[in-house]
């Protein structure tokens, strides 16, 4: 795998899992430790929605880190694909 990929992979499946398993199992640690990784995580590769979306919010530049970066995946999946302009959550308050 690609760096680019083992990135995602580790962003949409291991951590997701490692903390749901940690909240399920009571294990405080783990559920912790995979949530702090997933914060602290770098940059994942930019890619059409993220650089599409910095220009519909006008971002001057992609947010730092993957988890801001998969809340701008968040935000299209959620409205921007759709067109509910008015029902994103971005609108509700000032940026």
Known sequence: LSSARTGILICNVILPFAAAVGRLEN??????QATLLYLEHPDLASNQVTRAMCRQLQLPEE?????????LHYIYQQTCREKRCG?????RRAL
């Open 87 to 91: 029902q994103c959550i971005v609108g």
């Open 27 to 32: 294990n405080n640690l783990l559920a912790e």
């Open 63 to 71: 947010p730092d880190g993957s988890c801001q970066q998969q809340g």
